[in-house]
């Protein structure tokens, strides 16, 4: 088809398949900067605690404060909500909790478990719901991942702040205590991330409005070691798909 004009070329020529073929070269070669930047990132185990709070157009302020251990490993992590002692004691007495509305048909006993995410070195993602009481790891689509909590990306649940993000801010002052401040400011929002340098993650990010009626906290600590291996735990359980959870 050397001799054709571009616009005549057929639909399968190399001329005509020229961008897709540029954009898969360019999602490949960010997959494997975020393997790379994965792979060099330490192991650990955090406590990630989130606080937020609106105030709504009806004047009401809503809150809302919940804490995950996180276990980050090599392309790998296990996420697990804390539950308050009160909520544990009352239903460790078989007592049962309303929960408010929730998207699709799954059952109760994949609310707030544990997830058990693995990130390929392509980029793909596979989650896992770990249900703990039934004995049972159930594999779960992309369709649903919201509705087991995951919110999408590999790259926050790692690091809380993908450093690929930072560049995008202004650095605030020197390193203090191990801790790099950064800052940026979108309309009337403003972001500042405390980002702990040895151990690559956000220590802190704070995000809120100029007027003061939207904030949201996250706060990371580690865990004392030694690193823990909560994966053991499912050894021998039982294998499903989310279809399994749905009526």
Known sequence: ???????????????????PAATSSKAADAAARTTAAV??????????????????SDGVQRSSVYSNRVYRRKGQLWIERELPAALRQSQAHGHEHAHGPHAGH??????????SLRRAEDGKVSVEVVLA???????????????????????????IVPPAALQG???????QGGVQRYKSVAGEQTTVVDWDLANQFARRVERGDAHGIERIVVTATRLP?????????????????????LD
């Not at 330490?42 to 937020?52: Q, S, V």
């Not at 009481?133 to 909590?149: C, M, P, W, Y």
């Not at 070691?225 to 959870?245: F, M, N, T, V």
């Open 225 to 245: 070691g030694p690193l823990a291996q909560p994966w053991k735990s499912i050894e021998g359980y039982d294998r499903g798909d989310y279809s399994d959870l």
């Open 39 to 56: 792979q060099a990132t330490p192991d650990a185990d955090l406590r990630i605690t989130y606080e937020a709070m609106s105030v709504g």
């Open 169 to 175: 801010m202004e650095r605030v002052g020197k390193p």
């Open 106 to 115: 799954a059952h109760d006993e994949a609310r707030a478990a544990p997830l």
């Open 1 to 19: 088809m050397a001799g054709l004009p571009a616009a005549a070329q057929p639909a399968g020529s190399a001329a005509a398949s020229a961008v």
């Open 133 to 159: 009481k039934l004995r049972r790891v159930i594999s779960v689509d992309e369709a649903h991942h919201g509705n087991v909590g995951y919110g999408g990306s590999f790259e926050n649940a790692y690091w």
